[in-house]
């Protein structure tokens, strides 16, 4: 089983697969620059009996990274240092892995395409395409209204 590396995306697809094999069936949820810093992982289920769902977010590279709050850092530098779109078809990858594999137009067709990975005893790639600046955008909306409804709320224990 291998070990994530110090950044974080090097083997979590071994990581996961390891684990599939101790445990059974997983899903293993990424990024579409974190799997693709270890797609050979796949070559470890050649002769394997594993089954792990990946699920990958694929934001167009280094998405994550927009969460940090980087004043210091212009626009272009943030783009150049951070953020790695790359031109990797991960369908066709998937499919050269001989993999199953989905694309999941829209959220509401990510329970369906779940359900589907289950009915197979094998590995899966379903990939989600989200737009990472407005994810960002969405995460700071919920924490500031988490955080206003929870001031509401111990305000009125006073």
């Given at each position: ?109 990510l329970e369906q395409a779940i359900e589907w990975s289950f009915s197979l005893s094998t ?36």
């Open positions: 089983m291998a070990l994530g590396g110090a950044s974080g995306i090097d083997g979590t697809l071994s990581m996961g697969m390891g684990l599939s094999i101790i445990m059974g069936r997983m899903i293993l949820i990424t990024g579409d620059l974190a799997l693709l810093h270890d797609t050979n992982g796949w070559l470890f289920s050649k002769d394997k009996n594993i089954s792990l769902i990946v699920i990958m977010i694929d934001n167009g590279g280094g998405g994550i990274f927009n969460q940090l709050n980087i004043d210091r850092i212009e626009e272009g530098d943030f783009e150049e240092i951070f953020l790695m779109p790359q031109q990797v078809c991960h369908l066709t990858l998937a499919k050269a892995y001989g993999l199953k594999y989905k694309q999941v137009a829209c959220l509401d067709d590995n899966v790639l379903i990939r989600v395409c989200t737009n990472s600046l407005e994810d960002h955008r969405l995460r700071v909306s919920l924490n500031d209204d988490l955080k206003k409804a929870l001031s509401e709320n111990l305000s009125s224990f006073d």
